[in-house]
T-cell receptor, first 112, second 112 residues
Framework: EAGVAQSPRYKIIEKRQSVAFWCNPI?????LYWYQQILGQGPKLLIQ????????DSQLPKDRFSAERLKGVDSTLKIQPAKLEDSAVYLC??????????FGPGTRLTVL | KQEVTQIPAALSVPEGENLVLNCSFT??????LQWFRQDPGKGLTSLLL?????REQTSGRLNASLDKSSGRSTLYIAASQPGDSATYLC???????????FGAGTQVVVTP
């Protein structure tokens, strides 16, 4: 069974630029999550989708971050404009129900 | 404020010793608890998932226990090997739709 796919794996941008990350969850998984992991910390949930509807986006900085999950499968997370403090690893995860979550390899973002 | 704490932050043991990693949470409400492994530059690999109705889960050399009354979970890794070197994170879900709350992790080094 293929795991959660993410791209790109690495991205370096200047502050105030925009960036987008892509995630393809495990086939059949209705729930998709985006997490932000700052160096030395545990991941923090940014947004949770159930199919193509948003379940929780309470910790998403909506002035600069946006996410969508069209057709309830793939998802994209966008940052515009990026700030220095957005440097982190962005992890995508999916789950079949509300139980065990499976994570992708992540995208390491560096904002200069 | 609901928090998840992992102690110690780092641990170094010689090969063959048993590892004991601790995870505590301030709110006793728990739906499930999940232990993950994270290798440098990689995503999270799910190790064990304990439901609130369970007291422990085992997989090979790994055993995780859950004590809801004291708000603690412990991950035991028997007969450690250099390949066990990684960061181990625990994450608590307080209800079926609640977000995973992660600890900051315990960085483990197993020396040959």
């Amino acid at each position: 069974e293929a795991g959660v796919a993410q791209s790109p794996r690495y991205k370096i941008i200047e502050k105030r630029q925009s960036v987008a990350f892509w995630c393809n969850p495990i086939s059949g998984h209705a729930t998709l999550y985006w997490y932000q992991q700052i160096l030395g910390q545990g991941p923090k949930l940014l947004i949770q989708f159930q199919n193509n509807g948003v379940v929780d986006d309470s910790q998403l900085p909506k002035d600069r971050f946006s996410a969508e999950r069209l057709k309830g499968v793939d998802s994209t997370l966008k940052i515009q404009p990026a700030k220095l403090e957005d440097s982190a690893v962005y992890l995508c995860a999916s789950s079949l129900d509300t139980n065990e979550q499976f994570f992708g390899p992540g995208t390491r973002l560096t904002v200069l | 404020k609901q928090e998840v704490t992992q102690i110690p932050a780092a641990l170094s043991v010689p090969e063959g010793e048993n590892l004991v990693l601790n995870c505590s949470f301030t709110d006793s409400a728990i739906y499930n608890l999940q232990w993950f492994r994270q290798d440098p530059g990689k995503g999270l690999t799910s190790l064990l998932l304990i439901q609130s109705s369970q007291r422990e889960q085992t997989s090979g050399r790994l055993n995780a226990s859950l004590d809801k009354s004291s708000g603690r979970s412990t991950l035991y890794i028997a007969a450690s090997q250099p390949g066990d070197s990684a960061t181990y994170l625990c994450a608590r879900k307080s209800d079926s739709w609640g977000k995973l709350q992660f600890g900051a992790g315990t960085q483990v080094v197993v020396t040959p």
